[in-house]
DNA sequence: AAAAAATATAAAAATTTTTTGATATATTTT
DNA sequence: AAAATATATCAAAAAATTTTTATATTTTTT
């Protein structure tokens, strides 16, 4: 792993709704509507964010007919390990199981 | 620590300066000169980044007449982890022991 | 074959971060 | 007290990232 690995791992993580994205895929694959509607963001930027996250190899997908699922990429000890850590740190204070009428997630 | 505190740690990571200096500053405090002098870089460069660093609780600093010393933070045992998995990562790529005629790090 | 659904991509705008050059502050030395 | 040294800070410029809006692509349904 060179340092610009690095620093594109770092880079993927330094952003809340990227951080978001992958403590709401805790518990398995999401296709990308499904995300759309639980973060209540633009389809566009749900991808985009998606997508940074896959080019640092933090999340990878799989396709079905005309939707894609995407899931966490832990195969990787050390991004399994940040990965983890995220998700113990804010999945309190982010969910606590709380969505709203709608079924979107309610962030502290 | 909240989502926002996260952020900040990965953000103050998601930069090759950044890392750089955490590496750097692995065997013990080194003044802002020094690291200047080092790193061949632009004071002011050198202070921002640093301060970086500082706020989001990765590096600390004391004051010693005219310098300031600068020295890893690893009080929380999760900065400890990223700062140690970082130094493992990149030090032999960054350093393996080479300087310059003047006493700059030859990076790879 | 047309329409609908899900997603990606692209261009433009907005925002944030980084770099640079100049200057200010504090401490030590002369 | 003046000069020198080390460092921070500030403002402007440059670069990178993020958001938004529009559109393209692919697959499924009708």
Redesign the interface.
Known sequence: ????D??KI??A????TR??LLALLENGELCVCKIVSILKMSQPKVSFHLNILKDAGLVKMRKEGTRIFYSLDDSDL?KR?LIL??IE??KD??FSSNFNQEGGVIWK
Do not use: N, R
């Open positions: 792993m060179s340092i610009s690095l620093v770092f880079k993580l330094s952003d809340e951080l978001k050390f390990f850590s995220i740190k804010i204070k982010a």
